[in-house]
């Protein structure tokens, strides 16, 4: 098994940038969702509700440019944005405590707003992910992340997603359909592998070893409904639909699998994947 993909996503729920090495810390992918979008109580703003953030593309020192974090979208100029040295404010993502971040201030609020013809957006920065626990059900003391929905890194393998291609394509048959083509990119993880035994291989996965980092494997990951936007920025019922039907349980729809750095390090394409520990039979 090897990496076949590297992604990063400087801001969260903005366009998906493809590396070829990333540098991975304790918070995971260095560069990745450490900015994000609230509205004005601080609440996280993403492509679940407003899916033309996807139209915007946000990139980084991690991406290859020497900014802090530029901003480009359809018909805009781009807008080179520094670390801002504000108070800090209250936010929030879904319904996890508070956190804390510093606002960027007027002129990329502005930008925002314009790029994706909405009001009442601002972005913040995550200077310090350390101030963020994650979930004390699945972690140690001293994991932390930025703004990753709710562990620092995602991994996806090629095998779970043609395995999960070839169901919803299944469904649509049945349902005399056209097919929704389900590619890694709909999720978003920051990890591809290609070379895996099987599909879902990953659910056994309890600690790996890619390139130099060793990680923890906690838990799958929970899908939602942003899966379901496509490359036109257009929603449908797929993959949650048929995610359903094979890979539901717990109340929730699972695919790809979180991950937890244990050490820091680079990882490359074309690293290999040694798996460390499986989960117990049972």
């Known amino acids: 098994m090897q990496v076949s993909g590297l992604r990063v996503h400087p801001v969260k729920s903005t366009a998906i940038r493809s590396v070829q090495a990333a540098y991975v810390s304790r918070a995971g992918v260095r560069g990745d969702r450490e900015w994000m979008v609230v509205d004005g109580d601080g609440k996280l703003v993403s492509a679940r509700e407003l899916p033309r953030l996807f139209s915007v593309t946000a990139d980084n020192r991690a991406t290859g440019v020497d900014v802090d974090l530029r901003l480009g979208a359809p018909g805009m100029p781009n807008l080179d944005v520094q670390h801002p040295r504000t108070d800090l404010v209250t936010v ?20 925002l707003q314009q790029a994706v013809d909405h009001d009442d957006l601002h972005l913040v920065w995550c200077d310090d992910p350390t101030r963020r626990a994650l979930d004390p059900d699945y972690s140690r003391d001293g994991d932390h992340t930025a703004f990753a929905d709710g562990f620092p890194l995602n991994l996806v393998t090629d095998a779970s997603v043609a395995q999960l291609d070839t169901w919803v394509r299944e469904t649509a048959v049945e349902r005399a359909e056209a097919p929704t083509v389900i590619t ?30 060793d990680f923890r494997v906690p838990l799958p990951s929970a899908r939602c409904v ?41 990882v490359r394409v074309g690293d290999e994947l040694t798996v460390l520990e499986q989960v117990a039979p049972g």
């Open 92 to 111: 929030r993502m879904f319904s996890e405590p508070p956190m804390q971040a510093r606002p960027v201030g007027e002129e990329a609020d502005e930008w």
């Open 184 to 213: 890694a990119a709909r999720f978003r993880a920051n990890i591809e592998i290609s070379g895996a035994p099987a599909p879902f291989a990953e659910d056994q996965w309890s600690r790996i070893r890619i390139g130099e980092v």
């Open 226 to 266: 942003m899966t379901t936007i496509d490359e036109d920025l257009r929603k449908g019922k797929e993959p949650i639909r048929t995610l359903a039907r094979h890979r539901r349980w717990e109340g929730a729809t699972w695919f790809a699998a979180n991950l937890i750095p244990d050490t820091e390090g680079t």
